[in-house]
């Protein structure tokens, strides 16, 4: 079967930086996503990884460890308005995404 | 179009009856996927259409749930005698995929908010 697990809920404060962990163990792997989900909206596209490292992109970097299947998304100078739920999700080789349970993230004052 | 677009935004059905989904994908992309969420879950795949080939029908919960995609663009997911636990929000997302290469990313549109009563 296919496992993705992250922390359920985690609370930063402004200003600051929170690194979000997913571990997966798939059947495949082409590919890891992260997603950004305001509540009540549609989950919008932050970043790809399909090689070990890190890639970064502004105030946002997505680490991936294949070997470990681990992936973090870092974010970094946090703003009020990155609160909202943050989705790991894998391509196991059948190109629909196998997702998570999402990391709600609150940034407080 | 701009993005991927859904409709309705919301729908509220009673328990037996049969209600349809649609779901716009963005101009050219080849491929739709439909997932749903539940409160306090994850994304759920349902099924996935790229060009003309048969689609992937593995994530459907029961054969109460169908979809079609006509001329390779607008989807519609039909669940029949809805029931409770279908009450849900449901995701279409669509993507470019041309060739079988690095995984595209995918556009998901804004969803349709399922109460079952």
């Known amino acids: 079967g296919q496992n993705i697990d992250q922390p359920t809920e985690m609370t930063a404060t402004e200003g600051a930086i929170v690194q979000i962990n997913c571990t997966y163990q798939?059947?495949?792997?082409?590919?890891l996503f992260w997603y950004q989900q305001h509540a009540g909206e549609a989950p919008t596209f932050l970043s790809y990884?399909?090689?070990?490292g890190l890639e970064e992109k502004g105030r946002f970097s997505s680490f991936l460890s294949r070997s470990k299947g681990y992936s973090y998304l870092l974010l970094k100078e946090l703003q009020m308005k990155d609160s909202a739920s943050y989705l790991c999700a894998v391509d196991t080789g059948r190109r629909a995404l196998t997702f998570g349970s999402g990391t709600r993230l609150q940034v407080q004052p | 179009g701009a993005g991927v677009s859904q409709s309705p935004s919301n729908k509220v059905t009673e328990k037996g009856k049969d209600v349809e989904l649609r779901c716009d994908p963005i101009?050219?992309?080849?491929?739709l996927y439909w997932y749903r969420q539940s409160l306090g879950q994850g994304l759920e795949f349902l099924i996935y259409f790229q060009g003309n080939s048969a689609p992937d029908k593995s994530g459907l919960p029961s054969d109460r749930f169908s979809a079609e995609r006509t001329g390779g663009s607008v989807s519609t997911l039909t669940i029949q005698r809805t029931q409770q636990e279908d009450s849900a929000v449901y995701l279409c997302a669509s993507s470019i995929e041309a060739l079988r290469r690095a995984t595209d990313t995918q556009y998901f549109g804004p969803g349709t908010r399922l109460t079952v009563l």
């Open positions: 798939t059947s495949g792997f082409n590919g």
């Open positions: 990884n399909v090689l070990d």
């Open positions: 101009s050219g992309h080849t491929a």
